[in-house]
């Protein structure tokens, strides 16, 4: 049986009060909790919610707290470790918190102009900080550092325009990814919805998926996860 990772991406959404409103949500749906031995979480399935850094402190206190079975990611990390590089995140101070890091979002590229060299140092720096990367790309010909441990298919054009990719197309340009870097675990986003992520699931080569907008709502969230069941 296939393990899935479905990881949301919060991008710069929510306060303190309205992740609270969403964890609230989330814990009232039946989704197993980390102690479970029946349900979600235990099949081997990792659920990794991304944050911005300011609900990091909060939101691991409350997911601890109401035993959800996610675990926390960033969106970002610094390139450089600690020291003197203002407004920069080290991967050390994420991994107080989080486990995840996404690197390399084409928002990332687009926005703050972040290169192929500045992903790579920050992979390493992530890789040092014992964190899990989620390693995104464009297509099959995007460079992918050494180290990453799953890898995102995203197609710009499909990000935030509610044009998903065809899960066909989406699949075998996994399929190409996974045969040129051996990476195993390799997802798709780009406009996954509930009503769509079954279709990418049952590709044979699609481990997940990343989603954005539907990921701001926790009943949506609730339903992509559980629909790794299906
Ligand atoms: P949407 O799901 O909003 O299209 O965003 C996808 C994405 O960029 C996840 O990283």
């Known amino acids: 049986m296939k393990s899935y990772l479905i990881a949301g991406n919060w991008k710069s959404n929510k306060t303190t009060n309205e992740a609270m409103e969403w964890l609230q949500k989330l814990s009232a749906i039946s989704l197993g909790t980390r102690d479970s031995g029946q349900e979600l979480s ?6 990794v919610l991304c944050a911005p850094y300011t609900l990091l402190f909060f939101m691991k206190q409350e997911i601890d707290r109401l035993q959800l079975p996610i675990a926390l990611g960033t969106q970002d990390v610094s390139p450089f470790g600690d020291g003197a590089y ?9 991994k107080e918190f989080a486990d995840w890091v996404i690197i390399g979002h084409s928002e990332r590229r687009k926005y703050f102009g972040e290169t192929d060299e500045v992903l790579a140092q920050k992979v390493a720096q992530a890789k040092t900080a014992g964190l ?8 099959e010909n995007t460079v992918i550092p050494d ?3 799953a890898v995102a298919y995203e197609p710009v054009w499909a990000i935030g325009t509610g044009k998903a990719e065809t899960p066909e197309h989406a699949n075998a340009v996994i399929a190409a990814i996974k045969a040129k870097t051996q990476i195993a675990m390799v997802i798709y986003g780009g406009s996954v919805t509930p009503d769509n992520v079954a279709s990418f699931l049952a ?12 990921s701001l709502d926790a009943e949506k ?10």
């Open 42 to 47: 235990a099949k081997n399935n990792t659920f």
């Open 132 to 139: 899990n990367i989620i390693y995104c790309v464009s297509d």
């Open 86 to 94: 203002t407004g920069a995140v080290s991967a050390r101070q994420v």
């Open 147 to 149: 180290g990453v441990d």
């Open 203 to 214: 590709q044979s080569a699609i481990d997940g998926v990343l989603p954005g907008g539907a």
């Open 221 to 230: 969230f609730a339903a992509l996860l559980q629909a790794v069941e299906l």
